[in-house]
């Protein structure tokens, strides 16, 4: 069993700086495929980044509306894995959750291959 929990959010301004952060428990963390996800009110739970496995090198995807503004990055030594957010928009306003991929092969961005997620956290961005 995984655990998962996320920290870093809050509310900010448009243009300025996030870094959400996931720490994990359980698990071989360094083998997990590690997404990050959102929601905002009223919308279904959307990809937003994720990072392979260290046998797949970390290698880093994103959405097409955060390229250039958001990095993931993960560190296997702390089991951890962060998202660092710039040029925020207020369409970025949603919460975001971390979630593990298991199956080590690749990068999803449909959430049902995701089997551990973390509560979330609640990012606010004000016009």
């Known amino acids: 069993q995984v655990q998962l929990v996320e920290s870093g959010g809050g509310l900010v301004q448009a243009g300025d700086s996030l870094k959400l952060s996931c720490a994990a428990s359980?698990?071989?963390?360094?083998?997990?495929?590690m997404g990050w996800f959102r929601q905002a009110p009223g919308k279904e739970r959307e990809f937003v980044a994720a990072?392979?496995?260290?046998?797949?090198?970390?290698?880093?995807y994103y959405r097409d509306s955060v390229k250039g503004r958001f990095t993931v990055s993960r560190d296997n030594a702390k089991n951890t894995v962060a998202l660092q957010m710039n040029s925020l928009k207020p369409e970025d306003t949603a919460v975001y959750y971390c979630?593990?991929?298991?199956?080590?092969?690749?990068?999803?961005?449909?959430?049902?291959?995701?089997?551990?997620w973390g509560q979330g956290t609640q990012v606010t961005v004000s016009s």
């Open positions: 979630a593990a991929d298991q199956r080590g092969t690749g990068v999803a961005t449909n959430a049902r291959y995701y089997a551990f």
């Open positions: 990072i392979t496995g260290s046998s797949s090198g970390s290698y880093p």
């Open positions: 359980g698990g071989i963390f360094s083998t997990y495929s």
